[in-house]
């Protein structure tokens, strides 16, 4: 999926649940974060894949130079499919009973975002892979995406069973 792809797919899916009827907007809310989510999970899984592909095909003489490369695709990928899951979800209306997950659930992607800008910034110039190495050993992934994972899941477990409720919560890269 392209990255110019996804933000067109969440409007259109979103758009598709305002077809004029009278509809449950709680219902309505947990749908379109669960599109939002899935989209974004599989965005995710495509650039994981990118970048094992990548490293698959590194021999001796080019592994240094597929590793900066492969680090740098995924990291400019991840941050724009994950700004674009932020702008979707910072843009649906909780129902009341799950503003405060919500609003977590929304900080906690907008800090990961920020992880994945910063990294994308940091190896966006970087040609040695010692450097790449250090800027992506370094990053508070584990912490970020714990965070992520809570509070998303959080905002899942009041779902109460609302239709198409699959509420995509696995943090980036963990099990992709």
Sequence with gaps: ??????????????????????EDPTATYFEDAAVISTLYEAAALTHFTDYRTALEGATAETGDRIFVEANQTLFAGLSDAFDTAVTGLSGLTPPDTAVSEHDAWVSAARSLREVFQSADTQLASLTEAPAANTVVSTLPLADVQAAYRTACENVAALSNGEPMTAIACEPPGNGA
């Design 1 to 22: 999926m392209t990255r110019r792809f996804i933000p067109i797919v969440i409007v259109l899916l979103v758009a598709a649940g305002c077809s004029g009827e009278a």
